[in-house]
T-cell receptor, first 116, second 115 residues
C-alpha cells in the first residue's frame, strides 16, 4: 500500500465547477509536491511546499490553487479548468531537509481528472 | 540542456531475459542522487532504486541493479529475469544537493515484456 494517500481517485468536472484534490502523508516528510502528468509523458512539477511554505510554483495558472494546512496534508483547489487540464495529478512527498539528496519522492496513486 | 536524458522511447524484451534501460544526466553538482521509478498502466509511480554520487558500489534491489558510470554520467537500470509484470513506463530522475527539493525527470522508456 502506498504511504501517500490521494483522494479522489477519479474526478470528472465541468469548466465552471470548483473541486479540490487531497493528499495526506504520515512519513514525517516536510516537502510535498503536486505534479501533473499526461499519458506516456514524465510528470511535470506544479508546486512544492517545504515546511508548509510554498517554495516552488512552476508558473502554474491561477485556476490551480495549492494549500498546505499542515505538515501532513496538501490540497489542490481547482476552479474554471479547461479541457486541456485533463490529466493524472500526482501528489508526492520527500524529506525536505537541506542535502537530502538520497531521499526519493514517494508518490500517491494519483487522481485522474477529466474536465468536460 | 536536459538534466536527464533517456534515449529509448520504447523497448521490448523476452520474458526471463535481462534488459538495460539507459539514462544519462547532466550536473555540475558534486553531490546528487539518481532514482528510477516504474509506472504501470494503472498510474502509480513506484520507486525502484537509488544511487548516490559518492556511492562506490552499484546499487542493487532484488532484480533491479544500477550500472553507475560516474565519469560518463550514466546510470542505467538493469532488470534481470524479466517478468510480464515489468511491462511499464520507467523514469530516471535526479536530485541535486544544491537545488534542494527539485527533482529532474527524463522522458521515460516504455518497456514491453513479450511472453
Amino acid at each position: 500500500d502506498t504511504e501517500v494517500t490521494q483522494t479522489p481517485k477519479h474526478l470528472v468536472m465541468g469548466m465552471t465547477n470548483k473541486k479540490s484534490l487531497k493528499c495526506e502523508q504520515h512519513m514525517g516528510h516536510r516537502a510535498m509536491y503536486w505534479y501533473k502528468q499526461k499519458a506516456k509523458k514524465p510528470p511535470e512539477l506544479m508546486f512544492v511546499y517545504s515546511y508548509e511554505k510554498l517554495s516552488i510554483n512552476e508558473s502554474v495558472p491561477s485556476r490551480f490553487s495549492p494549500e498546505c494546512p499542515n505538515s501532513s496534508l496538501l490540497n489542490l483547489h481547482l476552479h474554471a479548468l479547461q479541457p486541456e487540464d485533463s490529466a493524472l495529478y500526482l501528489c508526492a512527498s520527500s524529506q525536505g531537509r537541506q542535502g537530502a539528496r538520497n531521499s526519493p519522492l514517494h508518490f500517491g496513486n494519483g487522481t485522474r481528472l477529466t474536465v468536460t | 540542456a536536459q538534466k536527464i536524458t533517456q534515449t529509448q522511447p520504447g523497448m521490448f524484451v523476452q520474458e526471463k531475459e535481462a534488459v538495460t534501460l539507459d539514462c544519462t544526466y547532466d550536473t555540475s553538482d558534486q553531490s546528487y542522487g539518481l532514482f528510477w521509478y516504474k509506472q504501470p498502466s494503472s498510474g502509480e509511480m513506484i520507486f525502484l532504486i537509488y544511487q548516490g554520487s559518492y556511492d562506490e558500489q552499484n546499487a542493487t534491489e532484488g532484480r533491479y541493479s544500477l550500472n553507475f558510470q560516474k565519469a560518463r554520467k550514466s546510470a542505467n537500470l538493469v532488470i534481470s529475469a524479466s517478468q510480464l509484470g515489468d511491462s511499464a513506463m520507467y523514469f530516471c530522475a535526479m536530485r541535486e544537493r544544491n537545488t534542494g527539493n527539485q527533482f529532474y525527470f527524463g522522458t521515460g522508456t516504455s518497456l514491453t515484456v513479450i511472453p
